[in-house]
């Protein structure tokens, strides 16, 4: 009589095969996550950047990105800022509201802390018109992997880096 179908040790055998090619995979897949949504919220600035300049250039004015609630964690909105504070406030007309992704975690240092003004050439400038050129790290979700840097210089490009961030950068 012929039987089809498995044996429970050819079963076992091929759950065995999958247990461990599932174990090889899972920590290399969770690297890759990590790296595409550092990748994403790299983008995501670059483009609330790129878009602040080109249309301060635009428009023949200055544009101002800054942080929402002053945590660029919670995501960062383009704006006009009449009264050069570089925080927006009721009156003033915001041009672009851009979310945070909730499992990044951004790090601005302090030149770039609390906004990034664009002047109507496309340079950036503090408040008081100086230059402005700063750093924003992008945290892994492992200490120790390899994360990402978005520099910007003083007439308004940016830059990425690969490299492992600081802990201190990190941190909760």
Not at 12 to 23: E, P, S
Not at 128 to 151: D, I, W, Y
Request: proline share 5%.
């Amino acid at each position: 009589m012929r039987s089809r179908g498995f044996t429970l040790i050819e079963l076992m055998v091929a759950l065995a095969v999958f247990a461990l090619l599932i174990g090889i995979a899972v920590p290399g897949f969770g690297s890759m996550i990590d790296q595409q949504r550092m990748s994403t919220g790299l983008n995501n600035l670059g483009l609330g950047l790129t878009m602040t300049r080109d249309e301060a250039v635009r428009m023949n004015r200055t544009l101002t990105l800054a942080p929402i609630s002053g945590d660029w964690n919670e995501g960062w909105v383009i704006f006009v800022d009449t009264n050069n504070d570089g925080v927006p406030d009721g009156g003033e007309k915001v041009l672009r509201h851009l979310p945070p992704d909730t499992q990044l975690r951004v790090h601005a240092n302090k030149p770039v802390s609390r906004y990034v003004r664009f002047n109507a050439h496309g340079q950036t400038e503090l408040l008081n018109g100086g230059f402005q050129a700063g750093t924003f790290r992008f945290c892994p979700s492992k200490s120790g992997a390899e994360g990402r840097k978005l520099v910007i210089n003083q007439v308004g490009r940016w830059r990425v880096e690969r490299t492992v961030i600081a802990a201190k950068y990190c941190g909760p």
